[in-house]
């Protein structure tokens, strides 16, 4: 038997055998939200990383992202979405005692900024990693500018058990724990996301509207209509977060980034990673002895290819991450079109998760053939539709032949699938929880309105409120829940230590560095000259 003589159906009735399908159990998830700290007015902190939290560059479970104000909470991988969601409550619980009168950003787009400078690059101490990421930093800075870079989302880590990959791989003859068969299907699933990934932001997007200090005074082509005093919206966005207002591809549109398998996106990433781009020499790398970027290339490093879907495999200690999955192939993916929800303390709720499961699920088991260049451009029509106009009625995506389909119509069709995932993983779970998650967000589908993306901009536009306001009035109400609310995964004990040893960590790496910083980043790009 081979994987090309399977149909979505056929595989799903060959797992979903009494002697296969519990090996579905143990799908692990692990979430990263990023998040603001602001002032009780509601604008930008100003503080530094709270000592408290540890150091940002070697605590487990909280660090920063681009900047010093930009919290990033981790969770380990688990397979329990119970205690996924504790874990991430608990980190939100300990941090918020942290932080003093400043709350956590409620949103994905960022509340009012005053200018760019105010938006201050993340801090990782003196020593080489250290002053390395932050220099990362202010090349995105000058590349980019900052705005765009304080935009938070929420990623989705995921990956199958090893009792699954066995039992799909005896099912095709290719014998158990192939690493080039589990790469090979993951890289499917990401091609397949690439397809289907627009009815993320269309459920779960909830980035309708901005602040305009947002823009900057800079003139943007969409066609923004205003509320309140200072609230930018378009009335059928579902995502703006994901447009080219925010984290997009239009900067990196050339790139072509193969997905065909991994040693081709290995091979394209690395092309990108050293290719001189005379935009970015015109920055200039180290001018009058202070570095403006680590380098002039189309990505200074990996993590700059802003894609929606990643690859990845856990680097061990100085090894570049494409390296690592060049080496010891796909350890995970991360999905990361998924805008913070509101609605929620901690950004992301239980049904979300259960969808997510089903959706990737599908992603992987759905025959995945190679993406052609009409594909890749009709998918990101689809998607760019969608983050600007979902929600329009009657508006129209182009199905896997090109042709024209209404979103509502092409949504029910892969929904109709999605409930064969469903029943697979309720059979393997004995309840029926993913096909109740299933019919909750089908009904989005039939009424728009039940989005995130409607429900916010229906309390905007009804109350007159800005952006701001609502952020800042969930900001406080989710504190004040959160510093009334008791650990349930960990303990005190946990974080303090947790803390106490991240700072330790951080002492010891600053006096462990015995070369210049000019030879530790020579050394990292592999640019270093010896001497005989």
């Given amino acids: 038997m081979t994987t090309t003589s399977l149909s979505l159906t056929e595989l799903l009735t060959a797992l979903g055998t009494p002697e296969r399908v519990t090996a579905l159990k143990g799908i692990r998830r692990g979430i990263e939200r990023e998040c603001l700290r602001i002032t009780p007015e509601g604008t930008l902190a100003q503080t530094d990383h709270p000592r408290g939290l540890g150091s940002a ?21 688990t397979d329990s979405i119970e205690s996924l969601i504790e874990q991430l409550g608990d980190i939100h619980r300990h941090a918020i005692h942290h932080l003093g009168d400043e709350r956590i950003w409620p949103l994905s787009m960022p509340c009012f900024v ?11 101490g003196s020593s080489n990693i250290g002053r390395m990421k932050t220099l990362y930093r202010q090349g995105l800075k000058n590349r980019y500018g900052s705005l765009m870079q304080v935009i938070a989302g929420v990623h989705f880590n995921f990956s199958m058990p090893d009792s699954f990959w066995c039992e799909w791989q005896d099912l095709v003859g290719e014998g158990c724990c192939s690493q080039r068969f589990i790469s090979d299907k993951y890289m499917g699933l990401i091609r397949n996301v690439y397809r289907f990934g627009w009815l993320v932001p269309y459920l779960f997007g909830a980035s309708p509207a901005i602040c305009d200090s947002f823009l900057k005074g800079r003139k943007s082509s969409l066609p923004f209509q205003k509320t309140g005093k200072g609230t930018l919206y378009l009335p059928y966005a579902t995502a703006l977060r994901l447009s080219d207002l925010g984290y997009t591809n239009s900067a990196q549109a050339g790139l072509k980034i193969s997905h065909d398998n991994l040693p081709a996106y290995v091979s394209s990433l690395r092309r990108a990673i050293n290719t001189h781009d005379p935009e970015f020499a015109k920055i200039g790398v180290k001018v009058n002895g202070e570095y403006r970027q680590l380098n002039d290339n189309v990505l200074q490093l990996e993590n700059e290819l802003y894609a929606p879907i990643r690859p990845k495999r856990t680097p061990r200690s100085g090894e570049k991450p494409s390296d690592a999955l060049e080496q010891r192939g796909i350890e995970y993916i991360e999905l990361r079109t998924v805008d913070v929800n509101p609605f929620t303390p901690f950004g992301i709720e239980v049904d979300q998760i259960r969808f997510f499961d089903l959706f990737l699920v599908w992603c992987l088991l759905r025959p995945s053939p190679l993406l052609t260049e009409e594909e890749i451009a009709r998918n990101r029509r689809n998607q760019n539709k969608v983050v600007l106009e979902g929600r329009r009625p009657g508006l129209e995506l182009e199905d896997e032949q090109g042709n024209a389909i209404g979103l509502k119509e092409f949504g029910l069709q892969l929904f109709d699938e999605l409930d064969q995932v469903a029943g697979l993983l309720d059979r393997c779970c004995g309840r029926n929880r993913y096909r109740e998650t299933l019919a909750m967000h089908r009904e989005k589908l039939l009424n728009p309105e039940l989005t995130y993306s409607a429900r916010l901009l229906k309390q905007l536009l009804e109350s007159g409120q800005d952006n701001g306001c609502f952020g800042d009035e969930l900001a406080s109400r989710y504190r004040e829940e959160m510093l009334a609310g008791e650990l349930q995964y960990w303990d005190e004990a946990y974080f303090a230590g947790e803390a106490r040893e991240s700072l330790a960590k951080q002492r010891e790496r600053e006096r462990g560095d015995s070369l210049s910083f000019d030879d530790f980043l020579a050394d990292y790009f592999g640019t270093r000259q010896t001497t005989a």
Avoid at 59 to 75: K, M, R
Avoid at 114 to 124: F, T
């Fill in 57 to 77: 560059l070697t605590h487990a479970n909280i660090t920063t992202d681009y900047s010093e104000s930009l919290l990033e909470f981790i969770t380990p991988a």
């Fill in 114 to 124: 005053g200018d760019e400078e105010s938006i201050r690059l993340a801090q990782y």
